[in-house]
């Protein structure tokens, strides 16, 4: 008979407790989410060492406009047009896409290049390139063809250039000039991609695979403008490489594989 008294006292209890254990299931969900914010804010891509290249676009020649603003290579580094230091990126991409911004050009300045080389400057692919009439971030995608694909460990170099008079005399031109290394996809890279969908753009960036966490990033942007999310993610990814000033541009081409 005591014993019948004393069960449903027990449950009583179980019962009034309940309530105060329920908020602390949610609470590292919370955390978590902060924390990705956080380190996406507080990226730290390498800026220095070798090999080198050119971020700001300088002249060839003498015979270039002068522009408000530099053409500029959307890569992690820091120089200005007269310094030649490492503007190297990463990629797990056999076929990745190179981010151009464009200031506003002359009317008459609307022949480009793109030139993909290997470590020793032998020409890769090559393509002319017609430039948008109004300034802003353009992408060049290297074609889905096996003789361009991008082997593992390998350094590349890529040029960019911007004809100032007629491209077949091969006059005078601004140019842009980085590197990218291509690397594995590790089984621990792979399953950070797959939780992190649709923004994959997060784990590149948290283990400093730039070429493909800007390309992820830009093409969200482009098919959802109107995110200020992306806004806000895209701002603080070119903040990382010191190129927060062109955070605004808009995408005004894309080059190669269009997606």
Same mark, same amino acid.
């Given at each position: 008979m005591k014993l019948a008294g004393v069960i449903p006292v027990i449950l009583l209890c179980l019962v009034s407790y309940s309530p105060q254990v329920q908020p602390q299931v949610a609470q590292p969900v919370k955390n978590k989410n902060a924390n990705t914010q956080n380190r996406l804010e507080k990226l730290n891509f390498p800026r220095s060492g070798a090999p080198v290249g050119r971020r700001q676009g300088g002249a060839r020649r003498n015979g270039c406009p002068d522009l408000k603003q530099p053409v500029t $290579?959307?890569?992690?580094?820091e120089g200005t047009v007269n310094e030649a230091i490492s503007f190297l990126s990463l990629t797990v991409s056999e076929y990745p896409t190179f981010w151009v911004y464009l200031p506003d050009l002359p009317t008459n300045l609307r022949s480009g290049e793109f030139?993909?080389?290997? @470590?020793? #400057?032998?020409? !890769?692919?090559? =393509?002319?390139?017609?430039?948008?009439?109004?300034?802003?971030? !353009? #992408? !060049?995608?290297?074609?889905?063809?096996?003789?361009?694909?991008?082997?593992?460990?390998?350094?590349y170099q890529w040029y960019f250039k911007v004809y100032c008079g007629n491209? @077949?005399?091969?006059?005078?031109?601004?140019?842009?000039?980085? +590197?990218?290394?291509?690397? $594995?996809? =590790?089984?621990?890279?792979?399953?950070?991609?797959?939780?992190?969908?649709?923004? @994959?753009?997060?784990?590149? $960036?948290?283990?400093? !695979?730039w070429q493909d966490a800007v390309t992820n990033l830009a093409d969200m942007r482009r098919t959802n403008s109107g995110s200020s999310v992306l806004?806000?993610? +895209? =701002?603080d990814l070119l903040k990382a490489v010191g190129l927060e000033e062109f955070a605004t541009a808009p995408i005004v081409g894309r080059y190669g594989m269009e997606r």
């Amino acid at each position: 008979m005591k014993l019948a008294g004393v069960i449903p006292v027990i449950l009583l209890c179980l019962v009034s407790y309940s309530p105060q254990v329920q908020p602390q299931v949610a609470q590292p969900v919370k955390n978590k989410n902060a924390n990705t914010q956080n380190r996406l804010e507080k990226l730290n891509f390498p800026r220095s060492g070798a090999p080198v290249g050119r971020r700001q676009g300088g002249a060839r020649r003498n015979g270039c406009p002068d522009l408000k603003q530099p053409v500029t $290579a959307l890569v992690p580094g820091e120089g200005t047009v007269n310094e030649a230091i490492s503007f190297l990126s990463l990629t797990v991409s056999e076929y990745p896409t190179f981010w151009v911004y464009l200031p506003d050009l002359p009317t008459n300045l609307r022949s480009g290049e793109f030139v993909f080389q290997d @470590e020793r #400057g032998k020409n !890769i692919y090559k =393509t002319p390139l017609k430039l948008p009439d109004r300034s802003g971030i !353009i #992408g !060049i995608t290297l074609p889905q063809n096996p003789q361009y694909a991008l082997k593992q460990d390998n350094k590349y170099q890529w040029y960019f250039k911007v004809y100032c008079g007629n491209p @077949e005399n091969a006059s005078d031109y601004y140019y842009v000039k980085a +590197w990218v290394q291509k690397v $594995a996809l =590790t089984p621990n890279l792979e399953s950070q991609l797959k939780a992190a969908k649709p923004k @994959e753009y997060t784990a590149y $960036a948290v283990n400093e !695979i730039w070429q493909d966490a800007v390309t992820n990033l830009a093409d969200m942007r482009r098919t959802n403008s109107g995110s200020s999310v992306l806004a806000q993610d +895209w =701002t603080d990814l070119l903040k990382a490489v010191g190129l927060e000033e062109f955070a605004t541009a808009p995408i005004v081409g894309r080059y190669g594989m269009e997606r």
